[in-house]
């Protein structure tokens, strides 16, 4: 039977052993942290993500949105003052989900954009023997848009919204609805032409007039 101080000093043994090791481990870490440094590696982390052996880390530089003016548009439709909302719908759109700039005065924008609400129609969906009891507020309009400088047109587009609504006996109720509907169809158009209009930003095929004019320049310099 091993005696209590017998003991303690095997305790003490071990642990003196698993410093020892600790420490031959540290000792290997730090030097080998030493060599890497003498051989030029170097570990950091820059912008997106880490870089190794010294290397800066770069990012591709992005030109400035386009700059858009939305004129209002022109109303060719039977439903007064419906030209003002949709103006209005477009401009928001264009501002949120369309990758331009919107400015207000022409002079300012690369481009321009002008267009019409060239119709609304509200055909019935369902209805009784002597009654009209759902509709549907339909609403086209079409959009260009142009250099400023040039006046070159660029992108046309025509667009159609869609809004149901229900018809009650109240007929000034039954106005109320027919607003919304008509609402609702315009800002549909509005999101879908922001859009579209955004894709043709992103695939390259509405670029700005400099832009364009220094690719033009390059492709004519180059034999």
């Known amino acids: 039977m091993l005696r209590p101080e017998t003991n303690n000093s095997a305790i003490r043994n071990e642990r003196v052993y698993h410093l ?6 540290v000792s290997a870490l730090c030097l080998s942290l030493v060599l890497l440094g003498a051989c030029g590696y170097q ?6 993500g880490p870089t190794i052996g010294g290397a800066e880390a770069t990012s591709s530089p992005t030109s400035p949105p386009p700059r858009l003016v939305i004129q209002a548009l022109e109303n060719k439709s039977f439903e007064p003052n419906l030209e003002t ?5 477009l401009r928001h759109e264009f501002s949120s989900g369309s990758g331009a700039q919107i400015v207000s005065e022409t002079e ?5 954009l002008s267009g ?13 023997q002597t009654t009209t009891l759902e509709s549907r507020a339909e609403v086209v309009v079409i959009v260009k ?3 400023t400088r040039t006046q070159r047109l660029v992108w046309a587009q025509t667009a159609k919204g869609a809004s ?10 039954n106005r109320v609805l027919q607003n919304r509907a008509l609402e609702q169809a315009g800002r549909f158009i509005a999101e879908d032409l922001a859009s579209r209009f955004l894709l ?13 004019s220094a690719s033009d320049s390059t492709g004519t310099n180059v034999k």
Do not use: C, M, W
């Open 20 to 25: 020892f090791i600790l420490s031959a481990h």
């Open 43 to 48: 570990f950091r982390v820059e912008g997106v």
């Open 85 to 89: 909302r949709y103006t209005n719908y």
């Open 108 to 112: 300012a924008a690369d481009f321009v």
């Open 116 to 128: 019409q609400i060239l119709s609304v129609t509200l055909p019935t969906l369902s209805f009784s």
């Open 145 to 147: 848009v142009e250099e």
């Open 164 to 173: 149901e609504f229900f018809v009650t006996p109240d007929l000034q109720f």
């Open 200 to 212: 043709q930003l992103e695939s390259g095929q509405l670029a700005k007039p400099t832009e364009r």
